[in-house]
């Protein structure tokens, strides 16, 4: 088996998106990261993102620390028998920086060894800053899988339909958490390390 096949489809829950937009939006000036949670479909057409951990908005470059969270999350979700880590998302630090950078890279390597359908999610900065005026309805992000040399690829406009929000409704609640500065909730892997009482899995997000 080389890298993902291009008739998998990625199907983004309305939940790991907004989780993983708030996270960039909470630290803009800062790379941040965080692992992708869900399941392969039973017919292994659909790569099913339930949720998004947000890990760290500094140092994204050390694997140690995402290493850990990877850990503390699959033992979380294996309590559940259903769900595993299925990749990655990544904000850059700059605006303007839309190139997956060697430190996503090598981490979504080490996903896609224990997940060959793996996908690495890139914020896109342009695309979010029409979402918070108003004018756009595109997602936020670009899905970048792994061919079969081993070099991940962003999966181009022609076949955007391999990534696709499960929920029509995303954008306006991603609009009213944005009005309402939900972002200021989030809570990161990073941040539970300084502070052990901030729970990293923000159970209570949207509740």
């Not at 803009?28 to 292994?44: C, F, K």
């Not at 699959?74 to 769900?83: I, Q, R």
Request: net charge negative; proline share 4%; charged share 25%.
């Amino acid at each position: 088996m080389g890298g993902s096949d291009e008739s998998v489809k990625y199907e983004l829950s309305q939940t790991a998106y907004i989780k993983l937009v708030l996270h960039a939006l909470k630290h803009p000036s800062s790379a941040v990261n965080g692992i992708l949670v869900g399941r392969l479909s039973s017919d292994n057409a659909t790569v099913q993102i339930s949720d998004a951990m947000p890990v760290s908005h500094s140092a994204c470059a050390l694997l140690p620390p995402l290493e850990i969270a990877l850990t503390q999350a699959e033992e979380y979700y294996s309590k559940t028998g259903e769900l595993n880590v299925v990749g990655y998302y990544h904000a850059n630090e700059r605006y303007d920086d839309s190139e997956l950078g060697p430190a996503a890279r090598r981490i979504g390597d080490h996903i896609f060894r224990y997940f060959p359908q793996a996908a690495v999610l890139l914020l896109d900065n342009k695309k979010l800053d029409d979402l918070i005026k108003g004018k756009g309805r595109d997602p936020a992000v670009m899905l970048f899988t792994r061919d079969s040399s081993k070099a991940w690829r962003l999966v181009g406009s022609e076949r955007t339909s391999q990534l696709v929000l499960k929920e029509p409704s995303a954008h306006s609640l991603l609009a009213d958490h944005i009005t309402s500065k939900k972002w200021l909730e989030i809570v990161d892997f990073e941040d539970h390390l300084d502070d052990i009482s901030k729970d990293w899995v923000n159970p209570n997000l949207f509740k």
